[in-house]
């Protein structure tokens, strides 16, 4: 299973200060954090993908890239790539050279975004999300899996005899999760190509999770792609964690109260009593999320988001060395323990070539 830590990129006053981060702060943090996520053994660090303030990852591969110079393990990931503004070629090309320069360390996760405008800045209607979603990746997937592609659809111009440079790193293309917070048409689409589905699993209660993954597991099988049990699940999750919980009720809840996405709602209390955020001491962390399998089932990848609403960068730091020293061994030694021989490990680069050339050598063996 892997773990890991995703972030929107926000810049959010700190409101314990009054002191808002600069652009160029914030972009360095993110680079702090990713660096940090490595230095304390966590798998994956992913970034969101927004072109609206206050936020600042407007371009994921480049950041990505240079992280990727930076680290030698950690596995690179978006935490959404716009499939219905973004042109399907650029994705095609971008995401193939950052899988190059990371030597494999790269999958992507696909997604509609959650801000309304970015729409007709990039030529498309809100109307037609769920159909560019999914005309927009079918390209996607064509590009990266034929080395000629003649096209025509409804969203972009035709393409005749176009070949998408580079191509995939060892002709295996990145891993593609879809995620989605309410969208069961997002579910379906990873269901129907074999894809991994995360369910973001940070704003609603665990029935509605629970529905949006058991969705997806049916309709996985329905495709043929396996039994329910080895469908590919992530998770979101939002953590403020201490050594002992008052600490961390104390120091997170004006951070709480003054949050752009869920301030001045439902208190701090009552939002982790109905949604996953879990605040409080490591053992609280790691049983609040050993619970999710209760519900969702065995899954692979659990991605935290650690640094929103104005955290300053030293206590999300102090964060991620409290994740990796305290609560994610015990995490991964605990989900280990507990998942069935039949339901498969996360996809890296190595397991999808190693799979690749494993279908190869079985069709080969099928012709003689």
Same mark, same amino acid.
């Given at each position: 299973?892997?773990?890991?830590?995703?972030?929107?990129?926000?810049?959010?006053?700190?409101?314990?200060? *009054?002191?808002?981060?600069?652009?160029?702060?914030?972009?360095?943090?993110?680079?702090?954090?990713?660096?940090?996520?490595?230095?304390?053994?966590?798998?994956?660090?992913? $970034?969101?993908?927004? %072109?609206? &303030?206050?936020?600042?990852?407007?371009?994921?591969? $480049?950041?990505?890239?240079?992280?990727?110079? /930076?680290?030698?393990?950690?596995?690179?990931?978006?935490?959404?790539?716009?499939?219905?503004?973004?042109?399907?070629?650029?994705?095609?090309?971008?995401?193939?050279?950052?899988?190059?320069?990371?030597?494999?360390?790269?999958?992507?996760?696909?997604?509609?975004?959650? $801000? *309304?405008?970015? +729409?007709?800045?990039?030529?498309?209607?809100?109307?037609?999300?769920?159909?560019?979603?999914?005309?927009?990746?079918?390209?996607?997937?064509?590009?990266?899996?034929?080395?000629?592609?003649?096209?025509?659809?409804?969203?972009?111009?035709?393409?005749?005899?176009?070949?998408?440079?580079?191509?995939?790193?060892?002709?295996?293309?990145?891993?593609?999760?879809?995620?989605?917070? /309410?969208?069961?048409?997002?579910?379906?689409?990873?269901?129907?190509?074999?894809?991994?589905?995360?369910?973001? %699993?940070?704003?609603?209660?665990?029935?509605?999770?629970?529905?949006?993954?058991?969705? +997806?597991?049916?309709?996985?099988?329905?495709?043929?792609?396996?039994?329910?049990?080895?469908?590919?699940?992530?998770?979101? *999750?939002?953590?403020?964690?201490?050594?002992?919980?008052?600490?961390?009720?104390?120091?997170?809840?004006?951070?709480?109260?003054?949050?752009?996405?869920?301030?001045? *709602?439902?208190?701090?209390?009552?939002?982790?009593?109905?949604?996953?955020?879990?605040?409080?001491? &490591?053992?609280?962390?790691?049983?609040?999320?050993?619970?999710?399998?209760? +519900?969702?089932?065995?899954?692979?990848?659990?991605?935290?988001?650690?640094?929103?609403?104005?955290?300053?960068?030293?206590?999300?730091?102090?964060?991620?060395?409290?994740?990796?020293?305290?609560?994610?061994?015990?995490?991964?030694?605990?989900?280990?323990?507990?998942?069935?021989?039949?339901?498969?490990?996360?996809?890296?680069?190595?397991?999808?070539?190693?799979?690749?050339?494993?279908?190869?050598?079985?069709?080969?063996?099928?012709?003689?």
């Amino acid at each position: 299973m892997q773990f890991g830590v995703f972030t929107v990129g926000d810049v959010t006053v700190d409101p314990t200060n *009054g002191r808002e981060p600069t652009e160029h702060e914030r972009i360095k943090a993110m680079v702090a954090i990713a660096l940090k996520a490595e230095e304390v053994g966590l798998d994956v660090f992913a $970034t969101g993908e927004h %072109h609206n &303030p206050p936020f600042v990852p407007s371009s994921p591969t $480049t950041m990505l890239g240079y992280i990727a110079a /930076r680290t030698e393990r950690l596995l690179l990931s978006t935490s959404t790539t716009l499939i219905t503004t973004n042109d399907p070629v650029k994705i095609a090309e971008d995401y193939a050279m950052l899988q190059h320069l990371a030597d494999g360390r790269v999958d992507l996760m696909m997604g509609r975004g959650n $801000t *309304g405008p970015v +729409y007709p800045w990039f030529g498309q209607d809100i109307r037609n999300g769920i159909p560019l979603a999914i005309e927009n990746y079918d390209l996607l997937r064509r590009l990266w899996r034929e080395d000629v592609v003649d096209w025509q659809g409804r969203f972009r111009t035709p393409l005749q005899s176009f070949t998408s440079t580079p191509r995939p790193l060892d002709g295996v293309p990145p891993f593609v999760w879809h995620g989605s917070i /309410r969208s069961p048409e997002i579910a379906e689409q990873a269901a129907y190509y074999g894809d991994g589905f995360f369910a973001n %699993h940070i704003f609603w209660p665990k029935e509605h999770t629970q529905r949006m993954v058991g969705l +997806y597991r049916q309709r996985f099988a329905h495709y043929g792609h396996g039994s329910p049990e080895q469908a590919i699940v992530g998770l979101g *999750g939002q953590v403020f964690v201490r050594k002992n919980s008052q600490d961390a009720v104390r120091e997170f809840r004006p951070y709480f109260d003054n949050a752009p996405v869920y301030g001045h *709602g439902p208190s701090l209390e009552e939002f982790s009593r109905e949604t996953p955020l879990t605040v409080g001491s &490591p053992q609280q962390v790691i049983d609040r999320t050993l619970g999710f399998r209760e +519900y969702v089932g065995d899954y692979q990848r659990q991605l935290f988001l650690v640094d929103h609403a104005g955290l300053p960068l030293k206590t999300v730091l102090e964060q991620l060395d409290i994740l990796g020293e305290e609560v994610v061994p015990v995490l991964r030694k605990e989900f280990d323990t507990l998942r069935p021989a039949h339901v498969p490990e996360a996809p890296t680069h190595a397991s999808l070539l190693a799979a690749r050339d494993a279908a190869g050598l079985a069709g080969t063996e099928a012709t003689r």
